[in-house]
């Protein structure tokens, strides 16, 4: 109650309530700050007409139901298009050999970025990656949302709070 939402598309325009087109959600009202106090506006915080930017992406159906899809700075932009880290994650892990699975973005010259999954395998499992790629294309993923390569590692880094520590996965993998 008295809290607005919307959702904010990379062009800067409120992205329609459809339940398709995602944005970042950003949250207006009186109970929701619009700046730090005493600091000057951070636009990667908050917009200049007072909306705080959550940095969750998600799509918002006509009923107003929010689906969370992604955070802003784990969403992946290959070429121009958008793919979820989460999605992929998600898919990932619904592989029966795969115990854990983290996807972050790598830089590409070609494509601006492109996904790498790291992932942790079940105890005596053995995964051919080919496999994987047709997993992950009949799960609904067309193949240039597919990773570009797979990391096989022993476990994936945690935050103190039992995070994914993807800025870490980002050091041990710059490129």
């Known amino acids: 109650p008295l809290v607005d939402l919307r959702i904010r598309g990379e ?8 339940g398709v087109q995602v944005g970042e959600i950003q949250v207006h009202g ?9 600091v000057p506006v951070q636009e990667d915080k908050f917009t200049t007409d007072g909306w705080l930017r959550t940095g969750d992406v998600a799509n918002v159906d006509a009923q107003g139901f929010v689906r969370i899809t992604d955070r802003t700075k784990d969403l992946i932009k290959s070429g121009g ?7 992929l994650e998600n898919a990932l892990m619904a592989h029966a050999s795969i115990a ?7 830089p590409d010259d070609k494509w601006s970025e ?11 499992a053995q995964l051919d990656m080919n496999t994987l790629a047709l997993h992950l294309q009949g799960m ?3 193949k240039w949302q ?6 096989v590692i022993a476990a994936i880094p945690r935050t103190s709070t039992g995070k994914f520590f993807k800025l870490k996965l980002r050091e041990m993998y710059p490129a």
């Not at 009186?30 to 005493?38: A, K």
């Not at 996904?115 to 079940?122: G, N």
């Not at 597919?146 to 990391?151: G, T």
């Open 146 to 151: 597919l990773p570009e390569r797979y990391e």
């Open 30 to 38: 009186p109970f929701i700050t619009g700046s730090y106090h005493r």
């Open 11 to 18: 062009d800067g325009q409120d992205a329609p309530w459809d």
């Open 140 to 142: 609904g993923f067309a």
């Open 100 to 106: 854990e699975a983290a996807v972050i973005a790598i």
């Open 114 to 124: 492109r996904p790498l999954a790291c992932i942790v395998l079940k105890q005596g």
């Open 81 to 87: 298009e958008w793919i979820s880290s989460v999605d």
